[in-house]
């Protein structure tokens, strides 16, 4: 079965950088676009960066400049680079596979 796994969330100060995983296994992982989302306390939940099979990427404005997505097909991971992180950034971060098939979720809360 699909199974999408998360890690490297934690607390971090304005202006930090965190590295989020996620380590996925069940499926052709080559073959499928992943995305990351994020969701904030009473807000809907939105994608933050999505990565095509071929490596073409795409990021919501917000964080343009300041993530970078990026996948090993031969770990079967996928990665989110979080730089210049603001309180903004603040949310529980969900590895995806077309929205289908969603991990457990990472929390990055971003406070002095």
């Known amino acids: 079965q699909v199974q999408l796994v998360e890690s490297g969330g934690g607390l971090v100060q304005p202006g930090g950088s965190l590295r989020l995983s996620c380590a996925a296994s069940?499926?052709?992982?080559?073959?499928?676009?992943m995305a990351w989302y994020r969701q904030a306390p009473g807000q809907q939940r939105d994608m933050v960066a999505r990565?095509?099979?071929?490596?073409?990427?795409n990021y919501a404005d917000s964080v343009k400049g300041r993530f970078t997505i990026s996948r090993d097909n031969a770990k079967n991971m996928v990665y989110l680079q979080m730089n210049s992180l603001e309180p903004d950034d603040t949310a529980v971060y969900y590895c995806?596979?077309?929205?289908?098939?969603w991990g457990q979720g990472t929390q990055v809360t971003v406070s002095a």
């Open positions: 995806s596979r077309s929205t289908t098939y």
């Open positions: 069940g499926f052709t992982f080559s073959a499928y676009a």
């Open positions: 990565i095509w099979p071929g490596g073409t990427t």
